[in-house]
C-alpha cells in the first residue's frame, strides 16, 4: 500500500511497501498464504465430479428390439444403463425425457393440492374425508412411479419389464382409488344403499388384480405378438375404467334426459372423461409418430402426449371429485353410511398387498432366470450416436 499526498499538501508521508497487516503482525504473510493453499485445496473438485459425461444415446437399429418403441427412431439410451446413467438422462434430450418430467412436475403439483387440503380438512379423525384421502395418496403415487419406470427402464431388459410392472400396479391401484371416491361421494342419489353401492369396492379390488395381472401378462407376449399384447394392456386399463365411472355414466344420463339437478362438478367430470378418451386413443393408436416415424422422437410422441392428457384428466377429475365432496355432503352423511376403515385405508392396504404379490408372482423368472429368451439380446450398441 503507497500513499501520496493530494496537490496542495504538505510534506509526503511514508509509503509502505508491504500490506499494513504485516508490518502489525510480523508473520502474518506467510501464515496468510499457508491459510490461501489450504483453502484452495479444501475446495478444489474431484477430477470425476468436473469430468462427467452425459450418456450416449443410440438409434433403433443399435439397441436390442425390446427397448424400440414403434415410430422412434432414435434418442435411445443404452440397454445397460448403470442407475446414475438413467438419473444423468433425465437431464439430457432423449426419447424419453420427456416422459420423465411429465409425470415428475406433476406429482409435485397434486402434492401442494394434498398438503393443502391437510391444512383444511381433519383426515385423522374425520371418517367422511377417509376417501378423499386415499384418492389423493394414489394420484401423487401413480405419476411418481412411472416417472420412475421411465427413467430406469433401460438397466436391462429384466428390469424395463419390472419397472413396467410397478407402472401398472399403480395405476390399477389408481383405479381403485377412483372407485373408493366415487363410491362415497359420486354415486347417484337412487343407488346410495343399493347392492351395487354396496359392493362397488369389493368389486374394484377384483379389477385391480385383474388389471394387474392381465397387464404384467401382456408384456410376455410383446416380442411375439405385438398387437395382442396392446389388445390385452388397453383392456386391462379400460375394463376397470368403465366399472369405475358406471355411477357417473348414469348420472350424466340422467341430465341428459333433463331429470337430473344442476351440479357444479359435472363440467369437470364431462372434461375428465373427454381427457380420460383422449388418454385412451393415444395410447392404443401411436399417433402421430406413426404417420411420420422419427419426426417425433425427442417432442410431441403419442407417449408424451398421452402423459399430459392423464395427468390433465386426473386434475378434472380431482376437481369434480372435490366439489361433489363439498356439495352433496349433508345429504351423503344423512342418507348413506359413513365410510369405513375397512372400506377406504383398508380397502387400499389389501389392494396394495396383492398388486405387490402379483408383481412378485410375475418378476420371480426374471430374476431367477435373467436373458431368459433369445427375444431379448443384449448384444450392447456398438456404434455411438453423435449428440
Known sequence: MQWEPGPGEGAQAPAFDCPVWCVLCQGCRARLREACQRGRGAIRLPTDMLSIKLPQLFDIHQVPKVFREDGIISGYRHPQSSALDCILSSFQMTNETVNIWTHFLPTWYFLWRFSVLCSTLNFLSESYTWPLLVYMLLICVYPFTSSCAHTFSTMSPEARHICYFFDYGALSLYSLGCAITYSSYVMPDCWVNSWLHQHFVPIAICNTLFCTSLSCYSRFLEMQFPHRSKILRTGAFVFPFIFDNIPLFYRLLLCCGGSCCHSEALPSHCYHLLFAFLTCFLFAS???????????????????????????????????????????????????????????????????????????????????NPHHSANHPLTPPTKRKEQ
Request: proline share 5%.
Open 286 to 368: 401411436h399417433l402421430p409418430e406413426r404417420l411420420a416415424p422419427g419426426r417425433f422422437d425427442y417432442f410431441g410422441h403419442s407417449h408424451q402426449l398421452f402423459h399430459i392428457c392423464a395427468v390433465v384428466g386426473t386434475h378434472f377429475q380431482m376437481e369434480a371429485v372435490l366439489a361433489d365432496m363439498t356439495s352433496r355432503r349433508a345429504w351423503l352423511i344423512a342418507q348413506a353410511a359413513i365410510p369405513s376403515f375397512l372400506s377406504t385405508l383398508g380397502a387400499l392396504a389389501l389392494g396394495i398387498i396383492l398388486n405387490l404379490g402379483i408383481i412378485g408372482i410375475f418378476s420371480a423368472p426374471l430374476l431367477w
